[in-house]
């Protein structure tokens, strides 16, 4: 039973953010990653995590879920931070033990460094929480669909991506019962040497990867059954169409990098 | 000419997969009538799902013919021009569901025909409707039963508007009241014009339907109604199979001499007839 | 040896919006030599049970005893799953070895058995699920359905159990390959082995079992003989079970006035009944 399996780490909702066209999201997280690169001081960077506090409000995800997201690269976010705050080269000298030194540009560029990375991961999450993943591969498929003249297989990728989508819990559930089924065989997965316990993998992985192609096989026949031919002369029952509130989104980001500009210029808080 | 009351035509087709030494089929002669629920029945290996194969175009004869409203199979468009009037439901209700929402999973179909997004969404809201699974259209297709996921399935095949579907042992990985619920939903769709095809090895379902075709060893060994194929139970279990149990109580009862015909198939004629014998006393 | 489950519970997903009570306090107990059925709709919880009865799933609360011994804080599990064997529903799929043979001695071999007595016991395994010679060193893949569910059937007898738990044995197969199935496993029971078969078919458990647990909602809701089981039609079809056509029959006819003996659920007694009943009729009489 895997009935509480979320795929990715969305977050269903019927708000305003989750309701944009998911090539407006894609495009404007674009703009917002572009909008954390330029932004060249501390008040820049309040503009931003203003701008993600306001997106969550709209999209009424709850901020720990947000911050739930940053665990995977809390070591990524240390590492940044212990290189710049030792590595940095700067006037006033706080420390100094060998090559190692702290300084208060060190120690500026550390937590500005460190903050960039996690205002750049929080702001996809607010791309991943508020879209499916299928709506996510619908609007990839679509930008991408003009490079499909060139021979970029966007619809190819995108079938791809809902196939696996789709089997994922399945498969999962599949291992489950084979990993089940072998321990009653009296199969050991868990004790002996790395070398052991690699080989006792090969009791569940001959049985999912044949019963893995069983089932493409089957899903082949039964899609061409259903007349799929490929992506050519398909059409969708929802097709993707930018509304007004796409165009309000776009002037929100707009406003957003606008702002930053101007703190840049203005030379407050800036490192 | 074409018959305008047949809808598949086979002319002794025969069928051989790649590399095996027997065919799987061997000049099968078959017309399906336009309306029909017919029932297709034989053992593991019979060469019974090969056949449905053959009747949209998965599989392409070695030789014969098999004609789909008048066109012929010969080629991949042939085919695709098949399945637009021959849906399938297959076995394993997983591994034909291509979307991970329900909905989409119905559209699917619709959209590799090319038609308009509104069209679509009123037969999807149409189909789902009809197999009563609308209260799930936007659910994930692993929180479904086996047998909600085969009326999703069936959905699917339905927005197409076939004229004929093909369910190839759809009920065979359903317990009980699943199996019951899409073999209903089967003798509905027919009510409703469409011809089926069901491919089964459970008797009682055979039994049900109009015409019932046996194949054994790659040949169509009996074709006529369930009442006269099954009344001859000894060749019905030579064969491999078995009759339905109110058929085999007959039979029982035949052979120790009661005056009771074999051609009973449901418990209603079994208890009529017990009824009349015992009041006669 | 005896399995006593008391009070046994459990839950997926505690904790969570999706928390399922799919095992709910239910107490009974296998004897030595009994042959069990389990049937119940869909969820009723009958898969999920089974596999506590050898340590596969810890329960929620409650305790699985085998010899007096709670089995969750057995130390060696791998011994108790060789005393209770597990064969799961559509056991095909669990095939991985390149030949039938080898497939079959992976679990004596899990057991700690030499590669002779593997083999042997192997061997005698495939003997009794009645795989042919010729099919040993084939790869398992290339058997056909119902050969393929033998030999993962003897995978888990080459283990030799004392106890053989089994879900759905026959769910897939054709009539033919249904029949030879639910042999074998007769034939296991009759050398001794307790069997305890999950089924949707009452027609099998019927006509194999000498005694029925009914669940339903994770609760055990009916234990009894066969005849005190299916003399319950309305209870049965109220929980979406559709007893044995002969037990339909016969209460049908018993409605009719019919005087039909009590505990009659299979075509055979059935036919032998009518056949007392109508023997003055005969035909052309």
């Not at chain 1, 506090?53 to 240390?78: E, T, W």
């Not at chain 3, 306090?25 to 059925?37: C, K, L, M, P």
């Not at chain 3, 929620?60 to 011994?79: A, H, M, Q, R, Y």
Request: neutral net charge; proline residues 4%; hydrophobic residues 45%.
């Amino acid at each position: 039973m895997l009935n509480n399996i979320t795929l990715g780490q969305f977050f269903p909702g019927e708000s305003f953010i989750h309701r944009l066209d998911p090539r407006t999201k894609i495009l404007l997280t674009i703009a917002f990653l572009v909008c954390v690169f330029i932004s060249r001081g501390f008040l820049g960077f309040g503009l931003i995590v203003a701008f993600i506090y306001m997106c969550a409000k709209v999209a009424r995800i709850q901020l720990k879920f947000i911050f739930r997201g940053l665990k995977p690269i809390a070591v990524i976010v240390i590492i940044t931070f212990l290189l710049n705050l030792f590595m940095s080269a700067g006037k006033d000298v706080l420390w100094k033990w060998g090559i190692l030194s702290i300084s208060v540009q060190g120690i500026k560029n550390a937590v500005f460094m460190a903050l960039r990375l996690i205002l750049l991961v929080t702001g996809t999450q607010l791309l991943t929480l508020t879209t499916s993943p299928i709506r996510l591969t619908d609007g990839l498929e679509s930008l991408f669909l003009p490079f499909s003249k060139i021979g970029f297989p966007a619809h190819e990728l995108a079938m791809m991506m809902s196939i696996a989508l789709r089997f994922i819990p399945t498969l999962i559930e599949e291992t489950q019962k084979i990993t089940r089924a072998q321990k009653a065989r009296g199969a050991d997965f868990e004790s002996g040497s790395l070398i052991k316990r690699a080989k006792a993998l090969l009791p569940l992985l001959v049985p999912l990867f044949v019963s893995a192609f069983r089932r493409a096989d089957e899903l082949a026949m039964a899609m061409e059954a259903r007349c799929y031919r490929g992506g050519k002369g398909r059409t969708k029952m929802r097709p993707l169409r930018y509304g007004r509130k796409d165009l309000y989104a776009l002037c929100c980001v707009i406003l957003l990098a606008g702002l930053i500009l101007v703190t840049n210029a203005s030379g407050i808080g800036v490192i | 000419m074409q018959d305008n009351s047949v809808d598949i035509k086979l002319t002794d087709v025969s069928f051989k997969y790649d590399g095996a030494e027997k065919p799987a089929l061997q000049s099968i002669d078959l017309c399906i009538g336009k309306g029909e629920m017919l029932a297709v029945l034989g053992r593991n290996g019979s060469g019974k799902s090969t056949l449905g194969k053959l009747l949209n175009g998965l599989f392409i004869p070695v030789s014969g013919s098999v004609c789909v409203f008048g066109r012929e199979i010969k080629n991949e468009d042939d085919a695709y021009a098949a399945r637009r009037h021959c849906g399938m439901v297959f076995q394993d209700p997983d591994n034909q569901m291509v979307a991970t929402i329900v909905e989409e999973d119905v559209a699917f179909g619709c959209e590799n025909l090319g038609l308009p997004s509104e069209e679509i969404q009123q037969r999807v809201s149409k189909a789902l409707d009809t197999v009563g699974m609308s209260a799930y259209s936007k659910s994930a297709p692993h929180m479904l039963s086996g047998g909600q996921k085969q009326r999703v399935a069936i959905a699917g095949v339905i927005a197409m508007r076939p004229d004929i579907i093909v369910f190839d042992e759809s009920t065979s990985m359903l317990d009980p009241s699943g199996r019951e619920d899409i073999f209903e939903l089967a003798l509905r769709l027919n009510d409703e014009g469409v011809t089926v095809v069901w491919i089964t090895h459970f008797m009682e379902e055979a039994a049900r339907c109009q015409r019932l075709v046996v194949i054994d060893e790659g040949r169509i060994v009996l074709d006529d109604t369930p009442r006269k194929v099954f009344a001859d139970v000894k060749h019905v279990k030579d064969l491999g199979l078995e009759v339905p149990d109110m058929t085999y109580l007959a039979w029982e009862l035949n052979n120790s001499g009661i005056d009771i015909s074999t051609d009973i198939l449901t418990m209603e004629e079994m208890e009529a007839k017990l009824w009349g014998l015992m009041s006669g006393i | 040896m005896g399995i006593d489950v008391r009070h046994l519970s459990y839950t997926y997903n505690p904790g969570t919006p999706f928390e399922t009570k799919a095992v709910d306090d239910v107490s009974f107990e296998i004897r030595d030599g009994e042959f069990v059925g389990i049937i119940g709709h869909t969820g009723s919880g009958k898969s999920t049970l089974i596999q506590h009865l050898n340590a596969l799933i810890e329960p929620t609360s409650g305790s699985v005893l085998v010899d007096g011994e709670d089995i969750n804080f057995s130390k060696n599990k791998t011994s108790l799953r060789r005393r209770i064997g597990l064969v799961f529903q559509y056991p095909e799929y669990q095939l991985f070895e390149e030949t039938v043979l080898k497939d079959v001695s992976f679990g004596p071999k899990n057991i700690g058995k030499t590669e002779d007595e593997c083999l042997s016991a192997a061997r005698q395994a495939l003997q009794l699920v009645g795989l042919s010679e010729d099919s040993w060193e084939k790869s398992p893949f290339e058997l056909s359905g119902g050969q393929q569910r033998r030999a993962a059937l003897a995978g888990v007898l080459a283990m030799q159990p004392e106890v053989l738990i089994l879900d759905e044995p026959a769910a897939g197969l054709d009539p033919s390959g249904r029949k030879e199935i639910l042999n074998i496993i007769r034939r296991i029971h009759s050398y001794g082995t307790t069997v305890v078969m999950v089924s949707h078919s009452m027609d099998d458990v019927a006509r194999l079992c000498d005694r029925i647990i009914v669940m339903e909602k994770g609760k055990k809701v009916m234990d009894g003989t066969p005849a005190e089981v299916f003399s319950c039609v309305e209870e049965l079809e109220a929980m979406g079970l559709k007893p044995p056509s002969a037990a339909l029959l016969a209460k049908r006819l018993k409605q009719r006035g019919i005087d039909i003996n009590d505990g009659i659920y299979t075509l055979a007694d059935l036919a032998d009944e009518l056949k007392n009943r109508l023997g003055g009729i005969k035909k052309g009489a």
